[in-house]
């Protein structure tokens, strides 16, 4: 025999019904579709995966230099990186070759819909010659992040950045999100070498920064041959000058370097590998700085 079931009167089930049905969306919304809305939102998760992105825009920033704009998936995507990290860019040439190259994006990490890369050509370079034959919507591949430096607010008194050419755009990308940061008072100190003033890369954004923040930021121009009104120094980013105008060894201070690699020799010591830092080397060592309080990009 089955048990009887208690008959419910039918004023109680719309209100029933109802709370259940409101019940029932917000388990939805929150268990289905905001987190793929989340999950969806960050392109570039780590994993081991090539994404093809459409090149949007391209732009002059000097005569050896653009800034490629390459749209996400959707207006609402975001890049996914971290502070101190980069991409890892893609072609394949006609011959079955891939060829790969790291590019650390130079527009908000939480920018939507699109990112922004500033890249130097070089007349021997094939990922940079490839790069500079794109037309909008044409695509790159790309995965990421790759994650370097693991930036804490408030880690040091102040912090060092050393950077030559196409070298900037890690160091811009540490020193904007510091800036940008109310809570993180890290003061930066940047010196950034070039051959002539119109190769600095990123001079307007670098300016309006410190101006924006002059309690916080100091930035120092060298250029092997000055031309017009420059304002900065001539000649190379000397042992001298970082002695006379950058922290101490004893300070809580970290520098941090990126160029090409007579640059990294000179200052630093070059990397070992893109995952090694290899041995502390070149003015900073002769400084008396040790291998803890030196990040090479």
């Known amino acids: ?11 109680f089930i719309p209100l029933a019904v109802g709370t259940a049905a409101v019940a029932c ?6 268990r289905f579709i905001n987190p793929i809305k989340n999950e969806s939102a960050a392109v570039f998760t780590g ?3 090539w994404i093809d992105l459409k090149l949007k825009e391209v732009n002059e920033v000097s005569h050896d230099t653009k800034r490629f704009t390459f749209a996400l998936p959707s207006p609402d995507s975001e890049l996914g990186l971290t502070l101190c990290s980069a991409l890892m860019a893609k072609f394949v040439t006609p011959k079955g070759s891939n060829v790969i190259r790291p590019y650390t994006p130079v527009s908000e990490l939480n920018q939507k819909g699109e990112f922004e ?11 940079t010659n490839h790069l500079f034959s794109l037309k909008p919507s044409d695509t790159l591949s790309f995965k990421g992040p790759i994650k370097k430096h693991q930036w804490q607010p408030n880690s040091y008194d102040s912090i ?9 755009t890690p160091l811009f990308q540490l020193l904007r999100s510091v800036a940008k940061n109310p809570e993180d008072k890290t003061k930066v100190n ?8 119109g190769d600095i890369l990123l001079k307007k954004e670098l300016d309006d920064l410190q101006q924006k923040y002059s309690d916080q930021v100091k930035i120092t121009y060298f250029v092997d041959k000055s031309e017009g009104d420059f304002k900065g120094e001539t000649g190379f980013i000397s042992k001298d000058f970082l002695a ?6 004893d300070e809580k201070t970290h520098f941090f370097v990126c160029g090409p690699p007579p640059f990294m020799e000179a200052i630093s010591g070059n990397k070992k590998g893109p995952a090694e830092q290899g041995e502390l080397k070149g003015a900073l060592k002769d400084l008396g700085f040790k291998e803890d309080q030196v990040f090479k990009f």
């Open 190 to 197: 940047l010196f950034y070498g070039n051959k002539t003033p």
């Open 47 to 49: 994993e081991d995966k």
């Open 25 to 30: 969306s917000a388990f939805y919304a929150t």
């Open 117 to 127: 890369l500033v890249i130097k050509g070089y007349p021997d370079g094939k990922m």
């Open 244 to 249: 006379a105008n950058s922290a101490k060894p």
């Open 1 to 11: 025999m089955f048990a009887r079931v208690p008959r419910v009167s039918n004023k």
């Open 160 to 168: 060092t950045l050393l950077g030559a050419g196409s070298g900037i």
